[in-house]
DNA sequence: AGCTCACTTGAACATCTGTTTAAATGAGAA
DNA sequence: TTCTCATTTAAACAGATGTTCAAGTGAGCT
């Protein structure tokens, strides 16, 4: 783990991303997305929220650059922005899935 | 990723997990035990906190399994759990360190 | 026993967060 | 233009969160 030019705004950075991921609405989006991109309404009903909540949770994981987005007609497809986010996720499934036996 | 056997309750071990890094302090926390175990008092002074407020954010780590502990006569000693921990630290550090130009 | 040191705990506070509801946008069809 | 559909946005609310301060624990020394 190398050292960094600006600690203080990477570890916000670092943190504002984790916590992005730390909720289980948005994880649970991140997690349908992993399979492939998705539109907003049938992210809604796989997770079983309102479009309008969904937007908003899609929002945050925008600006944090966890989801990118692309328009098709009236439609807009969100999908993983980074490799890194999958591994975020395995990393992370890894870890809880020892803690359920 | 295969699937799981409780989705509903990995999720939220999973959220849990990732909002526990969530933190800029306790995320400091944590890198700073990725260099190898310390005590409360000398991360405190690492990350320029109080005692009480380490201690605090260590045991939210410790109850999603992040740290673990070992004390040798009164002092106690903290080192991260598994090694997921680190993967998900350098993951997030990666991500993080190309939006940074 | 009493004392000190390293750490933990509890309560209080202001601040932040997720969800809902309703209204607004804006692209494309008619 | 007007209408519809997919999505976004704003405001509001209850519930959660991080930090501080003061008090409490409990291991080891004298």
């Known amino acids: ?11 916000n950075l670092l943190a504002e ?4 991921l730390g909720d289980s609405s948005r994880v649970q989006i991140v997690w349908a997305l992993s399979h492939g991109e998705l539109c907003v309404g049938d992210i809604a009903k796989l ?3 309102s479009p309008s909540a969904v937007s908003h949770h899609l929002r945050t994981l925008r600006n944090l650059n966890l989801v990118s ?7 807009l497809f ?6 890194h986010i999958n ?3 395995t ?3 890894d870890h809880v899935e ?4």
């Open 1 to 11: 783990m190398k050292a960094k030019r600006n600690p203080a705004r990477l570890f």
């Open 17 to 20: 991303t984790f916590k992005a």
């Open 98 to 101: 020892e803690l359920i036996p």
């Open 91 to 93: 990393e992370g499934i």
């Open 87 to 89: 591994g975020l996720l």
């Open 69 to 75: 987005v692309r328009r098709e007609h009236r439609t």
């Open 47 to 49: 997770v079983s929220m």
């Open 78 to 83: 969100y999908s993983l922005d980074d490799i």
